[in-house]
């Protein structure tokens, strides 16, 4: 730790309890995920017996409050842990942290005595508990705004109408987070979100079939006159649309550290073959062309965790942070998918076999640059940060049109 002489610290350590609990993360991500992650992979099944294990060391709901039960550390501490479990195996660490997207609307926009009825059961019990993020429906994926799940007010009850699909852990489920439209007419200021607990008329519908992140489970959600007290409803009708925009922002810091840990393990594999993979007589990581590429797969790991730990930090001290959690998600995944496929080449053929942990890595990390908002929508939400931020920047240089500064729009 470092104080220049106004006393200001840039502190880039973490705390004994932080360091703590990502070492613990990363002992259970060695014994529990790492061993089992190509053998339950081969499944395609949720894998229940690891997310239990998590749940039992207390890597789980780790952002619920007190007051709810829960231990409400740190959106850093989740991403450390988010990280460590990655690092592991990408799917499992969907399984595992996803309760964290599911939660989050609520922990944002519900009462705490909303929290202690429908969540607190959930996170408190010997078996772990799971909650589905239904957002996403097959005509609506990036364009929020199109969703066609309808909720009616009917007396003390809403009743609910839709089909959901990509809904992660959603056979799993207990509780689902359902963003329905209860003014369809308002488009995206009409959209509301609701606690629906399984019980209330909900099926499951088609598994989805994926090319990676097999130890995760994702379905349709089928609402057929589901019916639910209309305490079930989160903060106001319609704020659904601020309270996605807002959970969002704060678990694409999860997903960038889940990407931090793909690119890492890349970066780890990569070069342990490299140290012992002779070729020409010598190790091929002697070679230039393979150092500089492991000293690029470094860096983009390393920026990665930079730009996710200070998404989080700005959201835990109440900071905007929007457009840097859009950074750390799309550099992330971006880094992740990239060191994976360079991973892939430096084992050469080896890469490409399914007993080596690089194609694996490959295939999971495709999907960090799609869900939780596409890399291209991740792009998007930064650059018009940006484009607005520079309207009020003096750069010192001025556009000229026919010899006047050009006015900013
Ligand atoms: C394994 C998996 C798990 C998921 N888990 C969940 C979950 O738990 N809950 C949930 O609700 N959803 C979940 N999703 C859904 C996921 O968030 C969406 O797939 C994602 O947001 C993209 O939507 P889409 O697939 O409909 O693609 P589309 O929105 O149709 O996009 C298609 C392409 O067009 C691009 N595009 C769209 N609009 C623009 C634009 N304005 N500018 C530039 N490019 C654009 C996209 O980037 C993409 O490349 C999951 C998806 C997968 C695959």
């Known amino acids: 730790m470092t104080a220049d002489q106004s006393g200001l610290v840039m502190d880039f350590s973490l705390s004994e309890k932080e360091q703590k609990l ?15 992650a190509h053998e339950l992979e081969k499944r395609n099944d949720f894998p229940k017996e690891v997310v239990q294990k998590a749940y039992e060391a207390g890597l789980m709901n780790l952002h619920i409050p007190q007051e709810a039960g829960g231990p409400g550390l740190s959106l850093l501490m989740e991403t450390l842990v988010s990280e460590a479990t990655g690092y592991g195996c990408a799917g499992m660490a969907t399984s595992i942290m996803c309760n964290n997207l599911a939660f989050t609307p609520l922990v944002i926009g519900a009462t705490t005595e909303q929290l202690k009825t429908y969540i607190e059961p959930l996170i408190t019990g010997k078996e772990a ?19 066609a799940t309808r909720a009616v007010r009917d007396g003390d009850e809403y009743v609910i109408n839709g089909v959901k699909c990509f809904a992660t852990n959603g056979p799993q489920a207990s509780l689902f987070t359902v963003f329905a439209s209860t003014q369809p007419e308002l488009k995206h200021k009409g959209l509301s979100v609701f606690m629906v607990p399984k019980s209330r008329a909900t099926k499951i519908g088609h598994i989805e079939n994926k090319m990676g992140q097999l130890n995760s489970v994702q379905s349709e959600v089928i609402f057929e006159d589901a019916r639910v007290p209309k305490d079930c409803l989160v903060g106001k009708e319609g704020e659904g649309f601020k309270i996605a925009m807002k959970t969002l922002d704060n678990t694409r810091a999860g997903i960038a550290a889940i990407a ?12 342990r073959f490299a140290n012992v993979r002779h070729q020409f007589g010598q190790a091929i990581g002697r070679f230039q062309g393979i150092s500089f590429t492991i000293a690029d797969m470094g860096a983009r790991a390393a920026a990665s965790r930079h730009l996710t730990r200070y998404a989080a ?12 959690s859009a950074f750390a998600k799309f550099f992330a995944a971006d880094a992740a998918m990239q060191n994976a496929t360079d991973c892939v080449q430096i084992m050469g053929g080896y890469g490409y076999l399914s007993e080596y942990p690089a194609e694996k890595l ?36 001025h556009v000229k049109y026919d010899g006047k500064d050009a006015p900013m729009l």
Request: hydrophobic letters at 40%; aromatic letters at 8%; a neutral charge.
């Open 260 to 271: 931090t840990g793909v690119a890492q393990r890349a970066v780890d594999e990569a070069a």
């Open 362 to 397: 490959m295939r999971d990390a495709k999907l960090l640059q799609i869900y939780e908002g596409t890399n291209q929508i991740q792009r998007l939400v930064a650059g018009v940060a940006i484009l607005k931020e520079s309207v009020n920047l003096d750069t010192g240089f």
């Open 129 to 147: 508990k799971f909650g589905s993020f239904c957002l996403t429906e097959r005509k609506a994926g990036s364009d929020v705004a199109a969703i």
């Open 313 to 324: 930090w700005l959201a835990d001290n109440g900071l905007p942070n929007g457009k840097d």
């Open 22 to 36: 990502y070492d613990r993360a990363k002992q259970f991500a060695l014994e529990h995920i790492t061993p089992r």
